[in-house]
């Protein structure tokens, strides 16, 4: 399996068949949770990469986001990047605080 960066996934039949599992699951309408752990520079990413290629072989619609320095300290920064290609803008609400037009 070859991963988007072009990386080779060996010896991660385990990992691959769980995430298989999971997404069989999702696409039967069943919702669940797989958490990818361990040390730095194991494959984590590339894992990631292959799960998302995976589900949309399996005809799922794929979200991904990732943070940002800069959004440390605004809460749910990483979740509206995620959200934000399939939000509606007439459900999103008006800005407020120092966002707000004519604030600061």
């Given at each position: 399996m070859v991963g988007e960066a072009g990386e080779r996934l060996l010896e991660r039949g385990a990992e691959l068949?769980?995430?298989?599992?999971?997404?069989?699951?999702?696409?039967?309408g069943d919702g669940g949770l797989v958490v990818i752990e361990g040390a730095p520079g194991i494959g984590k990413?590339?894992?990631?990469?292959?799960a998302r290629e995976?589900?949309?072989?399996?005809?799922?619609e794929v979200l991904a986001a990732r943070g940002a320095v800069l959004e440390r300290e605004y809460p749910?920064?990483?979740?509206?990047?995620?959200l934000e290609p399939v939000m509606d803008p007439a459900d999103?609400?008006?800005?407020?605080?120092?966002f707000a037009a004519g604030d600061g």
């Open positions: 068949g769980a995430l298989d599992e999971a997404i069989a699951a999702a696409a039967a990413t590339v894992l990631l990469a292959a995976r589900a949309r072989a399996a005809g799922l749910f920064g990483v979740a509206r990047r995620l999103e609400p008006p800005l407020a605080g120092p």
